[in-house]
């Protein structure tokens, strides 16, 4: 940590660049203690380190739930120099007594209150929703930023492993965008991901941009200007290598539905190209879109019969048994909870509705055309596919 309690009760924060000879008088002078559990803490004026507070071996702080990291500490230390540098009123590790909670960062920002938690080590999901919680109650806007470190580039910066740590820090930015912003004290940069279309429960393909922390103001990170650029074709091929690279080695969950859609009369090799397709919502779902498609499928479209009508809310009962079953799982994403899964459904159905296999009739009414036709051979599935992606590439690569 970087400020503590003095004998005075005031609190001294390391954030104002202090000499170190200055550092060591008052380290002899002073008594230190902890704001939030009032236990004695030292004064580390290492060389390679840099300057902080730290309890004692052995304490237990309510507050300290990870040893902090240089990382850490390098990092917050920067974020609330940016800040402050902007000229934004900005407190350092300010302990909100209320709550009993302390961000990293306490800021004011257009009219509003932000608690900025910069994480580097992983923490429970629990703990992450009681933080945000207590903010969101004590109006204050979460701001989570996540460590770079986590954030693991697969290949040529357009995949991206993410683990459901990493979701948590999914932020709704402007025009509806959903974006993870970390940021990396080495190389002082800001790492912004946005249009996080997952393939696989831990891949998805991503647009990735950097930000040097010196030539970027709040705004920029707060509302990010993404562009939506979507890789349809890239996404589609790694959906694909994935998926038979997943029915090489099935888990149990991939057993149980691999049978379930065999006693339907479908084959994972040969579906139709209408499932497994990208949609915007698709990263609230944590199950592969080519698996709760095909429940869907099975579900609705197989059963019905052309011209028949589809009734969204017959879908959504489907879909939500389906999630009691565990045969499909949401993703707990404490930021967005008013955003929901079904979003993804509702947006699968409008994609199908544009490339003509349903017309929308009503609110929540489409009426189903000729409905999906399931190809016999790999080579009917091969010419069915490019026939599909030709006809229809325009609308796949603005998704
Ligand atoms: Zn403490």
Redesign the pocket.
């Known amino acids: 940590m970087l400020t503590a309690r003095t004998k005075s009760g005031t609190m001294f924060s390391l954030s104002n660049e202090y000499e170190k000879e200055k550092l060591l008088i008052l380290r002899n002078n002073e008594k230190f203690t ?1 704001p ?4 004695s ?1 030292s004064l580390k004026l290492g060389n390679q380190r840099i300057y902080h507070f730290a ?1 004692r071996s052995g ?1 237990v ?4 739930h990870e040893s902090e990291s240089l990382y850490h500490i390098e990092g917050k230390l920067q974020l609330y120099q940016w800040l402050h540098m902007q000229g934004i009123p900005a407190e350092l590790e300010y302990y909100d007594s209320m709550i009993g909670q302390r961000p990293d960062i306490m800021f004011h920002f257009g009219g509003s209150r932000y608690a900025l938690e910069y994480q580097c080590s992983p923490i429970s999901e629990e703990i992450f929703i009681k933080r945000t919680d207590a903010y969101l109650q004590n109006n204050y806007i979460p701001f989570w930023i996540i460590g770079s470190k986590h954030i693991k580039a697969k290949r040529s910066n357009i995949i991206f492993s993410l683990s459901n740590f990493d979701y948590f820090f999914l932020r709704k930015a402007a025009h509806r965008q959903l974006v993870l912003p970390s940021y990396c004290p080495k190389e002082k940069r800001f790492h912004i991901l946005s249009s996080i279309h997952p393939f696989s429960i831990k891949n998805a393909t991503a647009n990735s941009f950097l930000l040097s922390i010196h030539k970027t103001g709040i705004e920029e990170i707060l509302e990010p200007k993404v562009f939506n650029q979507f890789n349809f074709t890239k996404w589609a091929n790694e959906m694909e290598k994935y998926t038979i690279n997943w029915s090489l080695h099935p888990s149990p969950e991939l057993n149980r539905f691999l049978r379930e859609i065999y006693t339907h009369n479908l084959n994972l090799y040969l579906l139709p190209p209408e499932i497994g397709l990208p949609v915007s919502h698709s990263l609230l779902i944590q199950t592969p879109p080519i698996i709760w498609q095909t429940y869907l499928y099975v579900d609705v479209f197989q059963i019905k019969s052309p011209n028949s009508l589809i009734d969204l809310k017959e879908v959504e009962r489907n879909f939500n048994n389906r999630i009691k079953l565990n045969e499909i799982i949401i993703r707990n994403l404490p930021q967005l909870t008013s955003e929901k899964p079904f979003m993804a459904v509702q947006e699968y159905f409008q994609l199908l509705e544009r490339f003509g296999v349903i017309i929308k009739r009503g609110e929540s009414l489409y009426q189903l055309q000729k409905g999906f036709t399931i190809p016999n051979s790999n080579r009917e599935k091969e010419e069915r596919k490019q026939e599909f992606y030709q006809k229809n590439r325009s609308i796949l690569e603005k998704i």
Do not use: I, M, Y
Not at 61 to 64: A, E, K, L, N, V
């Open positions: 902890c939030v559990c009032g236990e803490v309890h304490t702080c309510s507050d300290f």
